[in-house]
């Protein structure tokens, strides 16, 4: 058997051996000393000293910690091309460059500079389903650009359609909307699934409905920005519920800014919420809702939004959630005089989102989110032997929440295949993204010029108050020393 550090062709049956093996199935069985059996796309088994094919590339797992690929429910991948330019904005910020700024010239080519730096940036954290959360789909060409990138990279990917520059009832409804998708999607197979991403605005007309039909008709589900402060909120949930499209393929996304009756209706229905600590913490949509949503017994994925401003990688998607969560039950203790003294949200919880919860909300959970033979070899292996952090591994589950980078992501396979080994990505042209991004980013400059471009980056800081001191730093210097 080959241990070399070169990664395997493409087909070739891969052992993982003696790693600490989180299932994340049913029960969370978790395995020390463990191997996982990788045939063709599937996993042929887990459990101590497994029988692999002679021909099985072998990979050392000890000392780390195998686990499931990561799922990410709601990802603007496009807005990847602007990495880290909008770090200090707030949700008015983005919506201003996002919808009158950048949103109104940006190409195809930059759609697909994005997708395609996206994916890849997926493959690399180990997130092995990614949810497109497309909404710059202004034409049917940055449809196929989109697409396009997605397909260029060996992920599993759900392409959810939008397009911010319109309505839902007029792009869904169009002719050519309806033409991409039986040219692009019909037929699909289970590495690109199919979502229609929309927002319902509380309008009292309901003029969202006629996208919802389209989605009924197309049989696809639904994802949805809900409960964000300003922009949408209970009623569009109760025009939803009223209407009978609520149902337990709808995604709602952050589901932050909603009152309890909103969430009942969200429980009844079986739906779920993809929350994106990260964002909802400096974007403004509302407290990161998973210390609410828990106790409604409300499914919850976890999502990075975009990385226009924050990081793309799930690790941080569970710290900040474990940290929103518990920060908040303290909070609310306090104000009652009390102290929390045992957490409710525990790291296994968010270990099982990032997992199982991605799976489920997709309906994907039969196919992916566990490491069980039988499903599609979705795996990871996270083991650093040059990084101080990464022992001793006392609690795997904490220290993929707490202690784990996506530089410690050793390998990632999808559908059976290795796409990162050894800390390096295989087979893929991260150069053929940085060149695309690289164009996009002098387009934006050249188009909107220096001034739009700077302001755009850093827009002003409100006057910051500073209390007037009762203390005087001179009287306390000035005392005399004992
Ligand atoms: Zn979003």
């Known amino acids: 058997m080959s241990t070399d550090t070169s990664a395997p062709e493409p087909g070739r049956p891969v052992v993982l051996r003696r ?13 020390d000393d463990a191997d996982v059996l990788v045939m063709d796309d599937r996993i042929a088994g887990v459990g101590p000293d497994l029988d692999a ?9 000890s000392g780390g910690i195998v686990m499931p690929g990561m799922v990410d429910t709601h990802r603007h991948m496009w807005q990847t091309a602007l990495r880290g330019y909008g770090a200090d904005w707030t949700l008015a910020q983005y919506f201003t460059w996002f919808y009158l700024e950048w949103g109104k010239i940006f190409r195809p ?17 180990g997130v092995t389903t990614t949810v497109d959360w497309s909404h710059g789909l202004q034409t049917i060409d940055h449809a196929d650009a989109a697409l396009d990138a997605l397909q260029a990279v060996p992920g599993r990917f759900v392409f959810a359609y939008g397009n911010l520059q319109q309505g839902p009832w ?20 289970d590495m690109l699934g199919f979502q229609m991403a929309f927002d319902v605005t509380g309008d009292p007309e309901f003029p969202e409905k006629a996208a919802f039909e389209v989605a009924r008709e197309l049989g696809v589900a639904v994802t949805t920005h809900a409960g964000v402060w300003g922009a949408t909120n209970d009623d569009g949930i109760r025009l939803m519920h009223e209407h009978g499209f609520m149902t337990p393929e709808n995604v709602y996304v952050h589901a932050a800014t909603l009152e309890e009756d909103s969430y009942y209706r969200i429980a009844a229905t079986g739906g779920s919420a993809s929350v994106s600590t990260e964002s909802e913490q400096s974007a403004g949509q509302g407290y990161p ?3 609410r949503l828990r106790k409604h017994g409300i499914p919850v994925s976890l999502s990075m939004d975009t990385s226009t401003w924050w990081s793309c990688d799930l690790f941080s998607a569970m710290r900040s959630t474990l940290g929103a969560d518990r920060s908040r039950e303290h909070l609310e203790a306090h104000t009652r005089q009390g102290t929390v003294t045992h957490h409710h949200l525990r790291a296994e919880q968010v270990v099982d989102w990032a997992t199982r919860g991605g799976s489920k909300a997709l309906g994907l959970d039969s196919i992916v989110g566990s490491l069980e033979e039988g499903k599609k070899a ?17 609690h795997p589950y904490g220290h993929v929440a707490f202690q784990t980078q996506r530089g410690d992501v050793h390998t990632v396979i999808v ?66 020393r004992a």
Not at 19 to 31: E, F, S
Not at 109 to 125: F, K, P, W
Not at 170 to 187: K, Q, Y
Not at 382 to 393: E, R
């Open 19 to 31: 790693g600490k093996v989180l299932t994340m199935d049913d029960a969370h069985d978790m395995l």
């Open 53 to 61: 094919p002679a021909e099985a590339f072998e990979i050392d797992a």
């Open 109 to 125: 080519q930059d759609v697909h500079a994005g997708n395609l730096l996206s994916a890849i940036e997926s493959l690399d954290a």
């Open 170 to 189: 007029e792009w869904a409804t169009s002719p050519d909307f309806r033409s991409f998708v039986e040219r692009r999607l019909d037929g699909r197979d």
């Open 289 to 291: 809702p998973t210390w």
């Open 378 to 394: 979705d795996v990871v292996l996270i083991k650093n032997d040059d990084s101080p952090a990464m022992f001793p591994v006392l």
């Open 415 to 480: 559908d059976g295949r290795v796409v990162k080994h050894a800390h390096r990505l295989v087979g893929l042209d991260l150069g053929a993204a940085r060149r695309a991004v690289e164009e996009t980013v002098e387009f934006a400059m050249r188009e909107l010029g220096d001034e739009e471009w700077i302001s755009g980056m850093h827009p002003e800081i409100p006057e910051t108050q500073v209390y007037e001191n009762p203390y005087q730093y001179t009287e306390y210097k000035g005392r005399e």
